[in-house]
């Protein structure tokens, strides 16, 4: 019978926790999360195990990064069910603290990040569309960080500008830390997975499905003609409306690295752009669910 993994909840704990690993060389791999954890969350673990001697798994529905108007209140959390979900991964230990162990001082949302070392990496698409929303992940991962002190750290692609976000805080605050970014776990429909589309109906759920045949569409014409960013986002476009998904955030093709949307550039700029590898991006509300996605458009050099 596998076991469950062991559970730490305080401070103190992790403290220790994270002593002894250091005291027997083991090397420790983080996997922050949010809970409600899915197969998606599994393969972060599983890379964490296969790079580390130690996996810490952290659980904790972060508030700083939820807006007002956003769905902390209502965010799916279940932690006997991650616990049992872990149980299939050795060497995983679980750390599930309090709000108040984590900001321990009232009103301590404020943010110990400063906004100005967030560059146009955080400002764009999801830092405008949800203000606050990276002030809180970097605060977050930072105290994680320095909690913690892994030396590795996994994040999914999914939440791609989150990733580069991280990346930076990690340069910016030289925390000597790796960070890895999985690959997205889709379902078989191609849905990317997402603790959020437990929200869905099952008619929601079908439209959703529009979203990764959109980007794939997308990504395969990029592959075999030439394509303009703004030609590519019409695509997904069109396939969103198809399917009657019609609160689009964003559609946006961008730089890799900095995130900037590549139809400002004159046409052919924007053809030369994407062939050196590029992401679409996107954001987009089914029902009243917010879903983001994307893909990665490799470099093509023929
Ligand atoms: O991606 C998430 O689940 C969260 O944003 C993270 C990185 C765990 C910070 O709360």
Redesign the pocket.
């Known amino acids: 019978m596998p076991n469950s993994p062991e559970l730490i909840t305080d401070l103190t704990q992790l403290a220790q926790w994270v002593q002894a690993q250091s005291a027997a060389g083991l090397s420790v791999g983080l996997v ?3 809970g409600a954890l899915h197969a998606g969350h599994l393969s972060l673990v599983e890379s964490a195990a296969q790079h580390s001697d130690s996996v810490l798994v ?1 659980i ?3 508030p700083t ?1 939820f807006a007002a108007n956003e769905d902390l209140q209502q965010y799916p959390r279940d932690l006997e069910g991650d616990l049992q979900l872990l149980q299939s991964v050795a060497k995983v230990t679980v750390f599930a603290p309090t709000v108040a162990d984590i900001y321990p001082l009232e009103n301590s949302t404020a943010r110990n990040v400063e906004s100005n070392k967030l560059d146009d990496v955080a400002m764009r698409w999801e830092g405008e569309r949800r203000p606050g929303h990276f002030l ?2 970097t605060t ?2 930072h105290k ?1 960080f320095t909690l913690t002190k892994p030396q590795i750290a996994f ?2 692609r999914k ?1 791609y500008q ?1 990733l580069r976000v ?1 990346e930076q805080l990690t340069e910016e605050r030289q925390h000597n830390i790796k960070i890895v970014g999985c690959p997205i776990v889709r379902e078989e429909d191609g849905l990317a997975m997402s ?1 959020r589309n437990a929200y869905l109906t099952t008619a929601q759920r079908t439209q959703a499905t529009a979203i990764y045949k959109g980007l794939q569409t997308a990504c395969n014409m990029a592959n075999n003609m030439e394509m303009a960013a703004t030609e590519l986002q019409d695509v997904v476009r069109k396939q969103l409306a198809n399917a009657e998904i019609n609160g689009i955030d964003y559609v946006a093709v961008v730089h890799p690295k900095s995130l900037e949307p590549l139809a400002l550039l004159d046409r052919t700029e924007q053809i030369k752009q994407i062939k050196l590898g590029a992401i679409i991006l996107v954001a987009v509300f089914v029902g009243n669910t917010r879903l983001i996605d994307n893909i990665f458009i490799p470099p093509n050099n023929s």
Request: hydrophobic share 45%; proline share 5%.
């Open positions: 922050p999360t949010m952290t904790f529905v972060n990064q809180g992940v977050i991962v994680l994040f999914g939440d989150q991280i603790s």
